[in-house]
């Protein structure tokens, strides 16, 4: 009787897996370097500028994204959010202005009320998932839907105009000649990075991903990490409305951050975040979205048709998390 | 086939208004017409939005139906899909008079279908943006073309209509065209990468006045002069874009006027009374231009 | 006759950890096999090469006279072998019945006969004494229950060989027994078992013949009569037979004397539904067990202490004052510790890290300013990895790679590295090696000498009667009796369980 | 040994979790009544058969998102496979109804391997895998119709899939009523569907048990994908026409109403009943709307109607978890 061998499987060499193990970095190499020989007048300052203004918005509220997805959340409701401190900005900024005669104190306010909105929304959003054990996706479906309904009706579905030169710096502003919302974006990365890194509520929040259980009973309050992750996000998705509505030097509710909720999590997913919360990495996202913007860069400027752009978009989609799954089992 | 259904004469109506979606100034702008006009005139107006939708369009109009209205205001949101709200109306009694866009004349057919189309020819609208820009640039220009969102009927008709005309002139290439969903903040992103790949494009062709003034945002940035380095054409003819017309940042627009509210009643009370109604009414819409935007924008939209 | 499985230098690795390197095992047709080794040893991964869970890298297995392998568990069964792994694996949300006929042939015209599942289902579990509703979720029976569910539906697959990892560790000794019973019957039908426990009275009990595994390669096997206990034991560890033959049976040692100032007190908790009437205190440097029979209210009573859930009646307190946690933080930040039953739900954290895992509780302790002291951490880590000898390739390995009772050490060092003054311990030993086993409770011992307050909460009396300074006993849910000293011995123990006899001892 | 028997429920907390899982029943009658009241002609043939005839699309992928959400999944590509699928059959549409039908469910089924392919042997996320095949699958349709609307035949008899009745019920609602009836049988009463909860209920057990676990995830996104191509059939014979950019926001529908419904997301439960109760009852709101607009005492804009799904939609959740939470046992 001869025993069949169980075939000894051969070891993955460490050099591919460690290409694997950053699939994300890879994949942005490879864009970088296609878009360097393809795309003309790619490898200019202008160009540059123009991604990073464009990759601020999506970065910003994807960082906050992260956070809430690693404690095994999701958040829809960051376009709703984003077009309700959008709306605000405006009203705030006029009505400010009419009661106080002071534009500084108009632009303070209409940049801190509704970032505050935005937060409290995020913070409500956390209030129904902890208090009634909601789902997130459908706790956050709700605001989803109504938000931009509500910033619609506050602004009757009419573009305001906001040509504010202070507000707009927002949007527009450079420092050192880096745009300003880029600089806000990479301090958003640095300090979500550090947070989950090093901070005490970054490992409660992988805890609570990993374990909610196990998290609560080691002492870990759920509750209040998990309204802090969404009011987080309100907070990231209110400034993210704010840059749009800065730089378009208007305000469109029914438009500003649509379509945000799919991208930031494309990018937190391209960026190797696994989506059932307990692991997470804030430069990850960063590198997932600036793959995504780079993927809207390349098909526009070599003239790729929308309905062609899409179906490479959903390969690259597929293809960046498979790649980065590849390097964790 | 049947005959158009008649409408009774009676001192009030109530009439349904389907609107497509109200997600940007221009649909808001009609149904506020509409809303003012059946306001003034007294009747009873039951408001639907399909939110984009052409089958909830569809159950819109049949909700209508359901509720016995007189007559039936629709803007359809496609040339095919709104058929068989067309003919359920038709089967019902009820008059339906289509505003903006029409549809598939093979399959509807105005005047024995439906009673008229009241609207702007899209086709004509690129036609002549095409034609003004030959005439500004002397037939030589790189174009940017600004589309509106892939599949609606306006973004296809404004491109062909342009694209047509322009390929009569040697000088004049398109040298990109891409979407911009009919948006302010997309016009802007979009143009801003077409503008580094393209540094050479003299001209920008926007399907409207949202992605145009995005796209002057844009020039703005790459530090282009609007105007001089490059020609901005639209379609809509906002106030807001005739405005920038004025001040020479913005070369032309072509008019596509939203405010159907009296002529679109005044038709339906002409049916009443019995005169004939010409299947097609087209708007005369008008064309800005520096010669003319500064005369004539007190009466922009 | 050539034996019925036969699994020869079996090896599989786990990217750097190697959990087995040459691994054997034959087993006879129709014999019970027992197959044990330390926590860590590779007896389950051993299984789960054998039924097509894992790929092994290198060796060969025979069965049934050819030769096996199996694509998936699915595919085992299929060939005839059915398993109960280690940790309930079940549906929790579906009904008995459910699972104990999933992946069986019910049907009649291509459409389930549910009828016929419900039957087979309360045949199944009637061969273990049970009588339950097979209608209702899982979930909502004891985990004993669960546990012979899930060994009720391994024997209804009609196999050659019956795989079970570790399936007495929630099991009390009548459910035991009972199980022992079915065992013998398979045996009586010829079909063979490997039974895999630490609780080596069960393997001389039940088993036929024993495997030994060591370090991830199997070390001896033979007869279990010709094995002596403590010899079993010395190969296990691969030390000395003297130096085993020194301890005990359980590691506890001396008993601390004397009524101690009581550190927390728990009077008349109520909790709908399990807990009616519970009462007990434990003082500074003792160890009170809280004993009783499965499902009798043990871990409801203490998950109320520890702010777990809420007492809906009696009170408590804390070193003379009141004591009413919200939450486990109220209770954490009060100096409890709650070492959890339930490793896999209510303890580790699978994707993070043993050093993460470890330090989860103390973690507000180890911040400033919201900021982590990496140093710190790492310290307090690895003196705890090395006091319990918790075997891992780093500290940075994520747990959810150790074995169970590697993963257990980690949590008892999760509290016991927040210094707390009561540390409640429900099952700590479950799943555990007889060689860690033994650690754990002499470690036990010496914190309690220390003058820390010990809440035991076990189902092997054994562990109770030589661990603790004093015992509660529950039985449905109220505290039938309290004893101490030398009232507490194993017959009073069980005849409180059973009947409800109160002891003299106040407690 | 009844001491191993988990305390029976009282019969309130009985009471309450039945009312939690079929609630929506009678929120379902609540909101009929309220029309049957409030409106003149709300429960005229006309008004409740054009009613199912549009909402037959959203049931039959509502049906296929249920069945995806049993496993623990979710599909968020239904929206745009609908679309696609109405291509694909309006294009064939000359060739027959036959073929039609047969092109749209097939691409839908073609689509729903391709997710099952992403999630079972790439191991990616359902949300992202599916996320990727609406903006693939939305492409596609755009591509295949040229960007615009595709005829369907009118000539072939294709169009009586979604514009024709038997005996004045509309073909639509009746393919939507014999789907859900397969599905209630395939989820209650076979192994398959038994299979599907178990999945979802505890993947790595199920596997252990050695149930098929990858066959029934491959099998339940191939069912929600043929089931969006039969929408998407629907979809070009209701409206006489393929569309590319129909569709959009439909799997939020879906997953509302699978959630509405009582269905919880993270699998292991899931009831056909009342997911067709969820369907119907999000489908009213807007026909209700409609009809209040036509009463001409508050016209609402149509902001308010987002505004107001979404206030219900918290409603209808709110009001679920705290009857199941009051009714439940379950410990924290
Ligand atoms: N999936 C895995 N990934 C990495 N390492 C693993 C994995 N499964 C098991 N191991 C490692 O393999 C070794 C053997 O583990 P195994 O679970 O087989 O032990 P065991 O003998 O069953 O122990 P116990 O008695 O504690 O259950 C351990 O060191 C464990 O850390
Ligand atoms: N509300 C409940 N309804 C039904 N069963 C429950 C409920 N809460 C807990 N259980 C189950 O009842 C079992 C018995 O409760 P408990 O854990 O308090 O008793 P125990 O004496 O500690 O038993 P064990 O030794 O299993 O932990 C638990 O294991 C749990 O699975
Ligand atoms: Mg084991
Ligand atoms: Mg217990």
């Given at each position: 009787m001869t025993d069949r061998a169980l075939v000894p499987r051969p070891r993955r060499l460490s050099a591919g897996l460690a290409l694997r193990r950053n699939g994300a970095v890879l994949a942005l190499a490879v864009l970088l370097a296609f878009n360097a020989a393809?795309?003309?007048?790619?490898?200019s300052p202008g160009t540059l500028n123009i991604n990073l203004t464009q990759v601020a918005p999506i970065g910003i509220v994807a960082v906050a994204m992260t956070l809430v997805i690693a404690t095994g959340g999701i958040d829809l409701s960051v376009g709703s959010l984003m077009a309700i401190a959008g709306a605000l900005a405006p009203i705030v900024y006029a009505a400010a202005l009419a009661r106080f005669g002071s534009a500084g104190l108009g632009v303070a306010l209409s940049i801190a009320l509704p970032v505050l909105a935005a937060i409290a929304l995020g913070w409500l959003n956390g209030a129904v998932i902890t208090r009634y054990r909601i789902q997130p996706i459908v706790a956050t479906l709700v605001l989803y839907i109504a938000g931009r309904g509500i910033a619609q009706v506050m602004t009757n579905g009419n573009v305001q105009s906001f040509a504010q030169p202070a507000f707009g710096f927002l949007g527009l502003g450079r420092i050192l000649g880096v745009p300003f919302q880029a600089l806000l974006m990479v301090a958003a990365v640095a300090a979500g990075a550090f947070a989950l890194k090093r901070s005490l509520v970054g490992r409660q929040i992988l805890a609570i991903g990993g374990n909610e259980r196990a998290a609560r009973l080691s002492g870990v309050p759920v509750v209040r990490v998990k309204r802090l992750v969404y009011a987080l996000s309100g907070l990231a998705s209110g400034v993210a409305g704010l840059i749009t509505v800065a730089i378009n030097s208007s305000s469109d509710a029914n438009l500003v951050g649509s379509g945000m909720e799919l991208d930031a999590i494309a990018a937190v997913a391209v960026g190797g975040?696994?989506?059932?919360?307990?692991r997470a990495t804030v430069v990850g996202t960063l590198v997932g979205a600036l793959i995504i913007q780079l993927v809207r860069t390349t098909l526009i400027a070599n003239g790729v048709p929308d309905a062609a752009a899409l179906v490479v978009k959903a390969a690259l989609i597929l293809g960046a998390v498979w790649i980065q799954r590849q390097g964790r089992s | 086939a049947p005959e158009l259904p008649k409408l009774a004469k009676k001192a009030t109506y109530k009439v349904g208004f389907a609107q497509t979606?109200?997600?940007n100034g221009w649909r808001i702008a009609e149904t506020n017409s509409m809303q003012d006009e059946a306001k003034k005139l007294g009747y009873q107006l039951v408001y639907t939005d399909a939110a984009s939708s052409a089958a909830k369009q569809v159950a819109d109009v049949n909700s209508m139906i359901a509720q016995g209205v007189d007559a039936i205001f629709l803007a359809p949101?496609?040339?095919?899909?709104?058929i068989p709200a067309i003919m359920n109306a038709k089967k019902a009694g009820i008059t339906v008079i289509l505003l903006d866009r029409n549809v598939d004349q093979k399959l509807a057919l105005a005047?024995?279908?439906?009673?008229a189309f009241i609207g702007s020819d899209f086709i004509e609208e690129g036609r002549r943006s095409a034609e003004w820009l030959a005439k500004a640039t002397d037939g030589k220009a790189k174009i940017l073309e600004l589309e509106g969102t892939t599949g609606a009927s306006a973004a296809s008709d404004r491109k062909a209509g342009f694209d047509a005309a322009i390929?009569?002139?040697?000088?004049?290439?398109?040298v990109a065209s891409q979407t911009a969903e009919f948006t302010r903040d997309k016009g802007r992103q979009v143009a801003e990468t077409m503008l580094q790949a393209h540094?050479?494009?003299?001209a920008i062709y926007a399907h409207n006045d949202d992605m145009a003034i995005g796209a002057l945002a844009a020039v703005k940035s790459a530090g282009k002069v609007p105007g001089k380095d490059i020609v901005i054409v639209s379609v809509d003819g906002a106030k807001e874009i005739v405005e920038l017309v004025v001040k020479g940042e913005v070369g032309a627009t072509c008019e596509c006027n939203p405010r159907f509210g009296p002529k679109a009643f005044a038709t339906l009370q002409a049916y009443a009374d019995g005169q004939s109604i010409p299947p097609l009414i087209i708007n005369a819409d008008r064309f800005y231009d520096a010669s003319n935007a500064r005369e004539l924008l007190p009466t922009a939209f | 006759m050539p034996p019925l499985l036969s699994m020869r230098g079996v090896a599989k690795s786990f990217g750097a950890v190697a959990a087995l390197t040459d691994a054997s095992l034959d087993v006879a047709r129709g014999e019970v096999h027992a197959l044990i080794g330390q926590n860590g040893a590779g007896k389950s991964t051993l299984i789960k090469v054998l039924t097509g869970f894992h790929r092994g890298d290198a060796g060969t297995v025979s069965f049934d006279g050819a030769p096996f392998e199996a694509s998936s568990p699915k595919d085992a069964q299929a060939k005839g072998i059915a398993t109960i792994y280690?940790?309930?694996?079940?549906?929790?949300?579906?009904?008995v019945a459910e699972n104990v006929c999933l992946g069986r042939r019910f049907s009649k015209l291509g459409l389930l006969d549910i009828g016929a599942m419900r039957a087979e289902a309360r045949r199944l579990l009637a061969r273990f004494g049970l009588d339950l509703?097979?209608?209702?979720?899982?979930?909502?029976?004891p985990i004993a229950t669960q546990q012979m569910v899930a060994i009720a539906r391994a024997i209804g697959?009609?196999?050659?060989l019956v795989v079970m990892?570790?399936?007495?560790?929630?099991?009390?000794d009548r459910e035991v027994e009972s199980l022992f019973a079915v065992i013998r019957g398979l045996k009586a039908d010829g079909v063979s078992t490997v039974f895999v426990s630490h609780k080596l009275d069960e393997l001389y009990a039940v088993c036929d013949r024993v495997t030994i595994m060591r370090d991830g390669a199997t070390v001896r096997s033979g007869s279990m009569a010709e094995i002596p206990k403590l010899d079993l034991v010395a190969t296990m560890l691969g030390r000395d037979l003297k130096a085993v033959a020194?301890?005990?049976?359980?590691?506890?040692?001396a008993k601390g004397g004397g009524a101690r100032r009581p550190v927390v007190e728990a009077r008349n908790l109520f909790r709908a539904p399990l807990v009616s009437d519970v009462s007990f205190a434990v003082g500074a440097g003792e160890i009170v067990g809280l004993s009783g029979?499965?499902?009798?209210?043990r871990t409801e009573s203490v998950r109320l202490l520890f702010g777990a859930d809420r007492a809906e009646g009696g009170s408590m307190a804390l070193d003379g004052r009141a004591f009413a946690p919200a939450e486990p933080r109220d209770a954490i930040a009060a100096g409890l510790g709650f070492c959890t039953e339930d490793r896999k739900r209510e303890g580790?954290?699978?994707?993070?890290s043993v050093r993460e895992n470890m330090t989860l509780a103390l973690m507000p302790r180890l911040t400033a300013a919201g900021i982590v002291d990496g140093k710190r951490q790492r310290d307090i880590v690895d003196r705890f990895v090395r006091r319990l000898g918790i075997r891992c390739s780093?500290?940075?390995?994520?747990?959810?790679?150790?074995?169970g009772g590697n993963q257990q050490k980690v949590l008892l060092a999760r509290w016991l590295c927040t210094d707390p003054k009561l540390l409640i311990l429900d099952e700590?030993?479950?799943?555990?090696?007889v060689g860690a086993k033994g650690e754990i409770q002499a470690l036990i011992r010496e914190l309690a000498e220390g003058g820390l307050a010990v809440l035991m909460v076990s189902s092997e009396i054994e562990e109770i009667v030589e661990g603790a300074d004093r015992a509660a006993v529950l039985r449905d849910g109220r505290t039938v009796a309290a004893l101490a000293g030398d009232e507490l011995t194993e017959e009073r123990v069980i005849d409180a369980m059973a009947h409800g006899s109160t002891g003299s001892a106040p407690c | 040994m009844n001491l191993l028997n988990a305390p029976t429920l009282a019969q309130r907390e009985r009471g309450l979790l039945l009312l939690g899982r079929y609630g929506v029943v009678l929120g379902l009658g609540a909101l009929i009544l309220f029309g049957a009241l409030r409106?003149?002609?709300?429960?005229s043939p006309f008004n409740v058969l054009s009613f199912l005839g549009y909402n037959s699309m959203f049931a039959l992928v509502s049906l296929g998102m249920l069945f995806v959400i049993a496993t623990g999944g979710i599909d968020l590509s239904v929206g745009a496979v609908a679309a696609l699928g109405s291509v694909v059959s309006a294009l064939a549409s000359p060739s027959g109804e036959a073929w039609g039908l047969a092109a749209g469910v097939g691409t839908g089924l073609a689509v729903g391997l391709v997710n099952g392919f992403a999630v079972?042997?790439?191991?990616?996320?359902p949300f992202i895998a599916t996320l990727a095949t609406m903006l693939g699958a939305r492409g596609v349709a755009l591509l295949a119709a040229g960007n615009g609307t595709v005829s369907a035949s009118y000539?072939?008899?294709?169009?009586d899939l979604g514009q024709g009745d038997v005996a004045g019920f509309p073909v639509p609602a009746l393919v939507a009523l014999a789907c859900f009836a397969i599905g209630w049988v395939a989820l209650e009463r076979t192994a398959f569907g038994r299979t599907v909860l178990a999945v979802g209920g505890n993947e790595e057990a199920t596997r252990l048990m050695g149930l098929p676990a990858d066959g029934t995830k491959w099998a339940v996104y191939a069912v929600s994908g043929a089931l969006a191509g039969l929408a998407g059939v629907v979809l070009a014979a209701q409206f006489g026409a393929g569309q590319p950019?129909?569709?959009?926001?439909w799997e939020l529908f879906a997953i509302s109403a699978v959630v509405v419904g009582g269905?919880?997301?993270?699998?292991?439960n899931g009831s056909v009943v009342t997911t067709l109760a969820g369907v119907i009852l999000l489908g009213l709101i807007f026909n209700i709307l409609n009809f209040e607009n036509g009463l001409g005492t508050v016209s609402l804009s149509a902001y308010w109607q987002s505004v107001i799904r979404g206030a219900f939609l918290l409603l209808v959740v709110v009001a679920q978890a705290k009857l199941v939470a009051r009714g439940s046992p379950e410990r924290a």
């Open positions: 393809v795309t003309p007048y790619f490898l975040t696994l989506l059932a919360g307990g | 979606e109200s997600n949101r496609e040339e095919k899909p709104l005047g024995r279908d439906y009673l390929a009569k002139f040697p000088g004049m290439a398109i540094p050479d494009a003299t | 280690q940790e309930v694996n079940l549906v929790g949300f579906r009904s509703d097979v209608r209702r979720p899982l979930d909502g029976f697959f009609s196999s050659k990892d570790e399936p007495t560790s929630s099991l009390d020194q301890g005990g049976t359980t590691g506890f040692g029979l499965l499902g009798s209210g580790i954290v699978p994707d993070l780093s500290p940075e390995q994520p747990i959810r790679e150790l074995s700590p030993t479950r799943g555990i090696d | 409106y003149e002609r709300f429960l079972v042997r790439l191991g990616i996320a000539d072939s008899g294709f169009t950019i129909e569709g959009q926001g269905t919880p997301l993270n699998g292991g």
